[in-house]
């Protein structure tokens, strides 16, 4: 691992926050979208083929492609108490990474804050978070939001300390599907999560060039593991069964991580788990 460059971002709304970039042979986007952060940036590059270098954020060079785990060593780095994460196509708006600040500070349970996610030039909202805001498990008293159990990475600020000490996003998910394991170990720590739509993501996705057959095949192995590691047995044989029928293909890759899983199999706190049951309908 090397660090690039660290020059100071043009335009600071607070110093309590970090934006944490995780990317990888993407640097048009990221001269797109680095200027519009507005707080301390890390580029972290997952061993990119050709060196990065990106004006008004720090940029870390890994040796290896570690996926969704490239944020941990992001926050890592970081030393203020709170980390945004943003995706190399997408930014917070403006106002919105100070306003996280506040709602922690008024929240002190609250470990994390999905944003609303406002999709290309014409700003269509994110059906993520449109069921978001419908979530059947309710606002808790005096939670910043209705509770979340899931969230999109590029969406979301943590308080950097609940964020390590629930050991952040787990290398062996790699990435796609990585974010429900983190979610449940963050409710079962007794944290707080919360969706909060004055908090707004800027997206713009390219689906171009990207193997939708092997994102379904990992999401599906993804799925299937964070249900054994964490999800009573009923629930993980029914996850298995539907993933042996909908994307057989997942089964040689998810195959060679079962014993894996089992290993750190924990079962959550029955709480955590009825409100997965309810969100599942």
Known sequence: MSVINKPVPPVVETDEVTVVVATRNRPDRLRETVPHHRATTIVVDNASDQPLHVPGAEVVRLDENIGAAARNTGALRARTPFVAFADDDSYWAPGSLARAVEIFRAH???????????????????PVSAGMAATPIGTPAG???????????????????AFLAAGGFNPRLFVYGEEALLAMDLAAAGHQLSYVP??????????????????????ARNRALTALLRRPPAVAARTLAEVARTQPAALPHLVRDLGWALRHRRRLPEPVELALRRLAG
Not at 108 to 124: H, K, N, Q, Y
Not at 202 to 219: I, K, L, Q, T
Request: proline fraction near 8%.
């Open 108 to 126: 002190p349970e609250a470990a994390l804050l999905t944003g609303r996610v406002l999709i290309g030039p014409d700003g269509r909202l994110d």
């Open 143 to 161: 939670a910043a939001g209705p509770s979340v159990l899931g969230f999109l990475s590029c969406a979301v600020v943590v308080r950097r300390s």
């Open 198 to 219: 004055e908090l707004v993501v800027r997206h713009f996705p390219e689906p171009a060039g990207r193997d939708n057959r092997a994102r379904a095949r990992r999401e």
